[in-house]
């Protein structure tokens, strides 16, 4: 590395965040032990105040640099961040979140040991309203991954039981709580696909973990992830069943071309199995969705109709289930809907409250 490299770029997307929880964001990296790094906050056309604070956090300081651009998503705001970004690794932070102070210097420290990583990846902390929760992403504490061996990996972002992996609260398949060589990422043209409204990180993902000559993870918490009733996650979106089977699309197109073991089928299952909590939770039964619980009731058996679902449920393992994963599974199997959605209540309350018992 060059003496006027810089070792980090920071891309933070900012679209409808907290002054203060923006504000905490950005200390956090401009915190850090080590200062070889520049920040880049993409403003998405935010609503809210959040563009504003961004232009009063660049005030003075040569390390940030704002960019305001049309309302396009998270993704086309991760890809500007990509093309602007002049660090020699790229971290992606979502602006609700934060980093540990030592971020940069544990990174780096990994990153020695191993140059030939194209991707490195550390645990994180999972941050509920009313409880922090240490989140390793995998049952060993560290893995060192070239050819096959970044399957596991791989299935790391569609079913973690598969490799008894499923030790935390969040998965693998964000972009945070890792670096990526941005030469890495230029060379091998990756980038966030607009077209997806949900788990854009997910297949993002999944093609740089294959394109990536070695992947590195080391079980060091240097991120925080606040979980709270107002993520992501909590928002209303009618059309989600529509966005990720998009994604099931593109997983399964993706599971052909690399010709994937059996294994990743039966991960996929999983993966749509467990989708249809998220379609509870962020559309049949959200608390904005004001059509009568009998309507949603009917809705939410069409969708498990379609052949998508039931050859799912009919391929699933339970043996790659746990307890609250096989409860689910049974409601869904035996259509008991009214089951499914007093267990859905108590997985809110559990999820969104304590932080366990969400997987």
């Known amino acids: 590395m060059g003496r006027n490299e810089i070792l980090i770029t920071f891309v933070v997307p900012v679209y409808r965040v907290p002054d203060d929880v923006l504000k905490q964001c950005v200390d956090s990296i401009l915190s850090q032990h080590n200062d070889n790094y520049e920040v880049i906050l993409i403003d998405d056309e935010s609503p809210d105040n959040a563009g504003k604070v961004c232009d009063e956090l660049a005030i003075n300081n040569t390390k940030i640099c704002v960019v305001h651009q049309k309302n396009q998503g998270v993704s086309v705001a991760r890809n500007t961040g990509i093309k602007l970004a002049r660090g020699r690794w790229i971290a992606f932070v979502d602006a609700d979140d934060w980093i540990e102070n030592s971020f940069i210097d544990e990174f780096m420290n990994i990153s020695q040991k191993y140059d030939d990583a194209d991707i490195i990846i550390s ?173 949603r009731l009917e809705n939410l058996r069409k969708c498990i109709e379609k052949d998508i679902y039931i050859d799912a449920l009919k391929a699933v393992n339970f043996r790659w289930l746990n307890f609250n994963e096989k409860i689910w599974y049974f409601m869904l199997k035996h259509k008991l809907y009214i089951g499914v959605f007093c267990v859905y209540k108590l997985k809110d309350f559990l999820y969104n409250v304590t932080g366990k018992g969400i997987k």
Not at 132 to 146: E, G, M, R, T
Not at 167 to 190: C, H, I, M, Q
């Open 123 to 295: 645990s994180c902390y999972v941050n509920y309203s009313h409880v922090q929760v240490l989140n390793p992403f995998f049952k060993d504490d560290k893995i060192v991954a070239v050819g096959s061996e970044k399957d596991r990996i791989v299935l790391g972002f569609l079913c973690p039981n598969i490799n008894s992996d499923n030790v935390g609260t969040a998965d693998v398949g964000s972009p945070w709580a890792k670096l990526y060589r941005r030469e890495f990422l230029v060379e091998n043209n990756l980038s966030f696909n607009p077209e997806l409204k949900r788990m854009q990180d997910n297949v993002f993902n999944l093609f740089a973990v294959e394109a990536a000559k070695k992947v590195v993870y080391e079980n060091r918490p240097l991120y925080h992830y606040r979980k709270s009733t107002s993520s992501g996650f909590s928002r209303y979106m009618p059309h989600i069943v529509d966005y990720y089977e998009k994604v099931f699309m593109i997983t399964t197109d993706f599971i052909s071309k690399y010709h994937k073991p059996n294994v990743f089928i039966g991960a996929l299952n999983i993966k749509i199995v467990k989708s249809i909590y998220v379609y509870c939770k962020m559309d049949f039964f959200h608390k904005d969705n004001h059509i009568p619980l009998k309507e």
